[in-house]
């Protein structure tokens, strides 16, 4: 069998007639779903406690001592659930010659639509691994600066000067992650059909076909490939 | 509008005996946490401060036995760790801590045993307050005095972070955060904190700013005299000067006294991110999802065409291994 | 206190020597704060470490505990050799100029005389020569060889700055910074007060420790001064009170004696008290003695008193013995000689010493009772409380019985502070439980007794049956009527002795002060001196009025003061011969031609001419006693005495084992350990701590988060030593025991050089015990010796000797 170089187990051609190809195992979409899950969450309650005019979303929680006490422990339950996802997508995210040219394209991507100049891709292009990566990194620095500042379980851990900057940091890193939040989720509906995938677990062969050919032509050339019923 | 007390001119006056109505009322709140535009309150009271004359102090604790008894806290017995200090930090039931130095003075070659009574400052620019999330935990009332209002603590603990001279404490019952009050409540009734009330030196004297800074030259004056030559008052401008001040030996080495800061302010990262942060990044925040929104309304969708269909069934008919042109019929 | 509180705020310069005030009488310390922040004034503090008030203070020394009177004497002769001396009233008054009879002599540490066979030396040496009279011949020139003054200079030549240095441990340069400091108070200008208190008493020298500083305040002219005098800080609230009314076993209330075995009548019981005047003129005032006497017994016994029956002088027990202290009574417990012990508002197994012994003398007891607020370890003592009171409850047959009494805030009466000052306090809270006033429980007791005494009889029911007993309510007089009992009354229309016609007092009246009193049985006052504090104007104890005329800081109006409201004793001394005030700015007194007048109650008849009789009216030669004549029994002068555990041997003579003629059971002896004992290399000293309030507050919760846990401090060099560390468990030994605590270490104890080797300094507050909210603790008299003062026996609590080492997995948690 052929050594997977673009696809993830679990990927595969579910039907050929028409082209029907399975990008997530269920696991995986529900693994995603809890994350993303958590990120709302955590967006709107540290939205709430980060701007004073959004401390009315505290009510969305039970109020502010409810807020203060949820957030902290989704954000945990947010970093494993988000550990399940890397330890399944860290491989594919990794960078590639082919994300050099497919990000100097870019521009003509988003302003134009224009993916015609594109290289063919594996299972991720640059801008996911960018969310990807970018994800990874400030989740980390979000646990680490958000337990530093976790007065009920942790008001002694590190000196005060230190919780300053930890503050400052997990404002920004949640900064950082909203944004690649934004542009995750914008792509996700720019793309069309890109949702199906962590719904269904499935995409189009089209979509597979225009946006990550080397993922599908792999698959394809899978002797599973084609175990379609 | 009613009788009030008289703001006291000293601790040591007796009280009034005859009820009273509150002094301080929610219409004297300048400041308030997490929130804007605070209305200015159509009356300024008097500047009030607690003056701790540190060359008093005899490290008696009844400062501390007094606010335990007035505010009706309930410390633990701890055990002695090998210092004078108990309990051995500030609380959520302690709100005051006489910390204990023993001080070899270089130039003098005398001992000192410099004793402090730690607590809330009062900062006239609270780190506590511009760190808080919660709109109305805390307050400050324009005679300088800084509050927290507890039913509207969440306990996130960020008053910590903001305080400039780790004062705040958070419950670990109620994940409230606790701290002096400078007894908001007596000084409403007219009278002093129950710490000055108690203080058998009056070391601690409390009364309106400017009538304490007066009285603190004298102190100076005298503690001069004795040859204390960087006697002074502390009442730090980096926080916009303090509603409780200290009259030190050493005011050119604040931080001899138990580590008392040198030169308070608001850290510049709390700042920060309490200040132009908090706008920039929602700004930024909501550029980035209206700028998806308008590429999403404006900008071209990437729909995936019939045409790209047919190709990838083509793809995917080429490439299987093992049987070509399977055009498997389902 | 000579003088008051709120007097300290006229003062100049504050010696803390012998006591703690910051950290033992904070609220009395406000006036040392008063009289720096308003005065200028200075503060010096002399003691073993640098305590809470050496915090606030301006110049502080070391002294080894039990040294003290060495430091006095030297400075008493720095002031001498320097001419510091405020000369006019040393020779005016003063018996500096009076002589001493021929012979009187000193050599090695002790006064001619010394019997060690009766541990007591021979006194009668110790006084004046008199002329045909019986006056005490005089030499106001000074020049007399036998006069005291040169007696004293002879006396204090041995205690050079070296010396003083060596035998005290307090370096020589700070030594004599403060023999310079006290020396500028000679000036009339300048006034000088004496804070002390238990860091004086509580040695077997301890009242010579206070002549120490009485001597030295007479040499700078500094006694009846408004901010000057030796003022003792009287610690328990109302043991001033108490001691007032007669607390120790040898006296009656208002400080008369009670009488002895070979005192067989009134009259051979009058002879030694009515002290004739030494010097012409003099008032010799104690010659009132059978007027207070009479009075007493009036007061005690009513119509059974009479001039018949000697006033019912044989109603009076007789002491077979100097007197029945603690320690006494405690050994002879513990040799089973009593059977039931009546413990009132004491809890002597945590305060008196060598806790094993009181533990043994209680468990010999046949029946215990203790009336207490709290639940005393006293009463306690046969419980099992693990290391804290490690005994077996099966081998003690005491029965205690304890009886719940009011606290303090909950009953009303007078409390005297230790300016005198006779405080009424009205009840702030009810009491808790079946908790019931003092005066409740012993009025049921006395009842029943005399009812038993009424019915059965006895070998002598007189003292009890006809004891005055006219309250409106047997079993519960009041505060009031006790007062006014006190206070005492007409018991037959009183007329002026120089004009019968006139009506002092109409029969049945409060008196109005002490001077109305008669010795016919016409008056009656339960405790003379507090005459005038329920008169017919009513309770003058009650008095609120804070105007201070003259900003003295007197407050006549306030309470009332005794005696006669005086709140500066020997005030008369604050003017000098002419009546003018020493010093213009603190004029207290001033003779107008005709009287005394100014802001405080004359301690002098208001009429006495000055020049003719002098301030001192209560001693007979009517001037300060610099020797004194047969006072104390250690010594007419205070001589270097070791502790009786002493880690060197005494200076002056290295036989000597602490106080000569102090008592000491022969069996303690055996307990204590010997000069410079190897096996204690450490001194041990006892104290308390601001937060807490004997054994008492170790019960309030709030105190015990204040400071709950028994410790020991002890300098950086011992720790090092011993491999102690801040925070963790040692143990600490003497000859009688030994406890475990956590150890403080600081820097606020230094280890002293000390006849040439190093001594160290081992801190140990007293507060902690096994009932109570702090947390259980060993207490600090597992480790003192049982001896006392030589005069009054008070325990030797402030020196002993002790060893110390790391116990890291001792039993404490």
């Known amino acids: 069998m052929a050594r997977r170089k673009f696809s993830a187990p679990g990927d595969e051609i579910e039907t050929r007639h028409p082209v029907i190809v399975n990008r997530y195992r269920g696991f995986t979409r529900v693994n995603h779903w809890i994350t993303a899950a958590c990120m709302i969450v955590l967006l709107l309650s540290g939205f709430s406690l980060f701007h004073p005019d959004l401390f009315f979303l505290t009510k969305l929680f039970g109020g502010g001592q409810n807020t203060r006490w949820l957030h902290p422990i989704v954000g945990v339950v947010l970093f494993f659930s988000f550990v399940g996802l890397f330890v399944q997508m860290w491989r594919l995210n990794l960078p590639r010659k082919e994300d050099v040219e497919w990000t100097a394209n870019l521009p003509e991507l988003v302003l134009k639509g224009d993916e015609s100049k594109m290289p063919e891709l594996g299972k991720y292009n640059a801008g996911q691994k960018v969310v990807f990566w970018g994800m990874s990194v400030m989740i980390v620095v979000l646990i680490v600066s958000g337990v530093m500042i976790w007065e009920q379980f942790f008001p002694k851990l590190v000196p005060i000067p230190v919780r300053r900057i930890a503050v400052a940091v997990h404002a920004f890193a949640a900064f950082a992650v909203i944004l690649i939040f934004i542009m995750h989720v914008y792509a996700a509906f720019w793309a069309r059909g890109t949702i199906s995938a962590m719904t269904r677990g499935t995409v189009t062969g089209g979509w597979a076909f225009k946006h990550h050919r080397k993922w599908l032509r792999e698959l394809a050339g899978r002797s599973d490939g084609g175990s379609a019923k | 509008m009613t009788d009030r007390a008289p703001q006291p001119l000293t601790a040591a006056a007796n009280p009034p005996v005859q009820p009273l109505e509150s002094n301080l009322l929610p219409s004297d709140v300048v400041r308030v946490s997490a929130t804007k535009d605070v209305p200015k309150p159509d009356r300024q009271l008097t500047e009030v401060a607690k003056l701790i004359d540190v060359s008093k102090c005899i490290g008696c604790k009844a400062c501390q036995s007094a606010c335990i008894e007035w505010n009706d806290t309930h410390p633990t017995v701890e055990e002695n760790v090998g210092v004078y200090e108990n309990p051995h930090d500030l609380t959520p039931d302690m709100f005051t801590l006489m910390r204990f130095t023993e001080y070899e003075n270089p130039e003098t070659n005398e001992l000192e045993w410099l004793i402090r009574k730690d607590g809330c400052m009062h900062c006239e620019d609270p780190g506590c307050l511009k760190a808080c999330p919660a709109p109305g935990a805390i307050v400050q009332y324009s005679n300088g005095i800084v509050d927290f209002i507890h039913e509207n603590c969440i306990g996130c603990g960020y008053c910590v972070t903001g305080c400039p001279f780790d004062i705040p404490r958070i419950s670990k019952t109620d994940h409230k955060s606790y701290k002096c009050t400078l007894c908001s409540d007596r000084v409403a009734m007219g009278q002093g904190p129950a710490c000055a009330k108690a203080c058998p030196t009056q070391c601690i004297t409390f009364g309106p700013k400017e009538e304490m800074k007066k009285h603190a030259e004298e102190r100076i004056e005298d503690l001069k005299s004795r040859g204390f030559e960087h006697a002074g008052l502390y009442d730090p401008q980096g926080v916009g000067g303090t509603h409780v001040m200290y009259v030190l030996h050493h005011a050119d080495k604040p931080s001899l006294y138990a580590g008392l800061p040198d030169e308070p302010a608001i850290s510049p990262l709390v700042r920060e991110w309490k200040g132009p942060a908090k706008t920039v990044g929602l700004a930024a925040i909501g550029l980035a999802a209206v700028g998806a929104a308008l590429h999403g309304l404006f900008g071209r969708a990437l729909e995936v065409t019939e045409h790209e269909e047919e190709e990838a069934q083509e793809l995917v008919d080429e490439t299987t291994p093992g049987a070509p042109a399977d055009k498997g019929d389902a | ?813």
């Open chain 3, 1 to 813: 206190m000579t003088n008051a509180w709120t007097d300290i705020k006229n003062t100049d310069l504050v010696i803390v020597m012998g006591g703690n005030a910051a950290e033992a009488h904070p609220c009395g310390f406000k006036w040392v704060t008063e009289a720096k922040a308003h005065r200028g004034a200075k503060l010096i503090v002399v003691d073993p470490r640098f305590t809470r008030t050496a915090s606030v203070a301006d110049y502080y020394a070391p002294v080894r505990p039990g040294s003290d009177i060495a430091f006095l004497m030297g400075v008493i002769r720095y002031c001498i050799e320097n001419d510091r001396v405020q000369w006019e009233y040393v020779r005016n008054y003063t018996n500096a100029a009076l002589l001493v009879q021929e012979g009187f002599g000193w050599k090695d540490g002790l006064f001619d005389g010394y019997d060690p066979e009766k541990r007591a030396y021979d006194m009668d040496g110790w006084d004046y020569q008199r002329d045909d009279e019986g006056y005490a011949l005089t030499d106001p020139t000074l020049q007399d060889p036998n006069c005291v003054w040169n007696l004293l200079k002879k006396h204090v030549d041995v205690y050079t700055p070296d010396f003083v240095a060596d035998v005290c441990g307090t370096p020589k340069d700070r030594y004599l910074k403060i023999c310079e400091m006290i020396a500028e108070c000679s000036a009339p200008d300048r006034v000088m007060t004496s804070m002390y208190a238990l860091g004086w008493t509580q040695h077997s020298k301890g009242a010579q420790n206070i002549r120490g500083m009485a001597m030295l305040q007479l040499i700078l002219g500094n006694i009846g001064m408004p901010g000057g005098g030796v003022n003792a800080l009287r610690g328990h609230s109302n043991i001033q009170g108490l001691t007032d009314i007669g607390l120790l076993s040898h006296t009656i209330p208002g400080y008369l004696s009670m009488p002895k075995d070979d005192e067989v009548d009134f009259e051979t019981f009058m002879s030694t008290k009515l002290n004739k005047p030494t010097q012409r003129g003099q008032t010799s005032f104690w010659q009132n003695y059978r007027k207070f006497m009479v009075s007493f017994q009036k007061a005690m016994w009513g119509d059974a008193a009479t001039a018949e029956n000697d006033w019912a002088y044989d109603y009076l027990p007789k002491l077979d013995v100097p007197y029945y202290d603690i320690l006494r009574f405690f050994d002879m417990m513990s040799k089973g000689q009593v059977n039931l012990y009546f413990c009132q508002g004491f809890n002597p197994l945590m305060s008196f010493p060598n806790r094993a012994k009181l533990t043994e003398a209680l468990s010999k007891l046949k029946l215990l009772v203790v009336m207490d607020p709290l639940q005393t370890e006293t009463a306690h003592f046969w419980e099992n409380h693990g290391p804290f009171n490690d005994v077996d409850p099966a081998q003690i047959a005491t029965e205690v019985l304890e009886l719940p009494t009011t606290c303090f805030a909950e009953d009303e009466g007078a409390t005297v502070n230790s300016g005198r000052w006779l405080q009424w306090h009205w009840p702030g809270a009810t009491p808790p439980g079946q908790a019931k006033p003092d005066t409740w429980i012993l009025s049921n007791v006395f009842l029943r007794v005399k009812e038993l005494y009424r019915t059965e009889g006895g070998p002598f029911p007189d003292p009890i049956l006809n004891l005055t007993w006219d309250y409106e309510d047997p079993y519960e007089p009041t505060p009031a009527e006790l007062a006014k009992e006190m206070n005492g009354r007409a018991l037959s229309t009183l007329y002026d002795p120089t004009d019968p016609a006139k009506v002092l007092v109409e029969a049945g009246q409060q008196l109005p002060n002490f001077a109305v009193m008669r010795d016919d049985g016409s008056t009656m006052s339960g405790c003379w001196i507090y005459a005038g504090s329920w008169t017919e104007d009513g309770n003058m104890m009650a008095r609120r009025d804070n105007s201070d005329p003259g900003d003295v800081g007197l407050f006549l109006n306030w309470t009332f003061a005794w005696p006669a409201n005086r709140r500066i004793l020997y005030n008369r001394a604050s003017a000098d011969l002419a009546g003018k005030p020493w010093d213009p700015a603190r004029k207290l007194l001033e003779w107008d031609g005709e009287r005394w007048t100014g802001y405080d109650v004359p301690d002098i008849s208001p009429t006495a001419k000055p020049g003719e009789v002098m301030p001192f009216i209560m001693t007979d030669e009517g001037v300060g006693r610099l020797f004194s004549r047969k006072g104390l029994k250690d010594g007419p002068f205070p001589t270097h005495m070791e502790p009786f555990e002493s880690p060197v041997p005494n200076a002056l003579n290295a036989s000597l084992r602490g106080n000569p003629v102090a008592r000491v059971f022969s069996n303690d002896l055996e307990q204590m350990a010997g000069i410079a004992d190897p096996d204690f290399p450490c001194v041990g000293t006892t104290y308390r701590l601001t937060e807490h309030f004997h054994y008492w507050t170790k019960h309030s919760r709030v105190n015990a988060v204040l400071q709950p846990e028994f410790f020991v401090e002890i300098s950086e060099e011992l720790a090092a030593e011993k491999g102690i560390r801040k925070g963790g468990q040692v143990r600490v030994w003497s000859k009688r025991g030994e406890v475990f605590a956590k150890a403080v270490v600081t820097k606020r104890i230094r280890p002293m050089l000390v006849g040439g080797k190093s001594i160290h300094v081992i801190g140990i507050p007293i507060h902690w015990g096994f009932m109570g909210a702090a947390r259980k603790g060993y207490s600090a008299n597992t480790l003192t010796p049982f001896v006392g003062d030589a005069n009054i026996d008070t325990p030797e609590f402030k020196a002993f000797l002790v060893n110390i080492e790391a116990a890291e997995k001792g039993p404490l948690a």
